[in-house]
């Protein structure tokens, strides 16, 4: 029996690390998801170690994000 603290460790950073997702949509603050991406692997990591798959979705969404934000600017802007 695994406890549930990955599971809700997963959701809590996948939620900030989505809130701070949408302000790095702003221009000239895309460099932000150089940092949001590797916390939301963390999150990926720990949603892996869980039971369920919902903490790990919700990482897997705003990686996905942050990349595609980092490949329509430039990987800077």
Not at 1 to 20: E, F, K, R
Not at 28 to 37: E, K, Q, R, S, T
Not at 66 to 75: E, F, Q, S
Request: hydrophobic residues 65%; proline residues 5%.
């Amino acid at each position: 029996h695994i406890a549930p603290i990955p599971h809700l460790a997963s959701l809590v950073i996948g939620a900030l690390a989505l809130v701070l997702a949408f302000f790095a949509f702003i221009p000239l603050l895309g460099w932000a998801n150089w940092v949001i991406v590797p916390f939301a692997v963390v999150g990926l990591a720990l949603g892996a170690m869980s039971n369920s798959t919902s903490g790990r979705n919700l990482n897997i969404v705003v990686i996905v994000i942050g990349v595609v934000r980092l490949m329509l600017g430039g990987g800077i802007i």
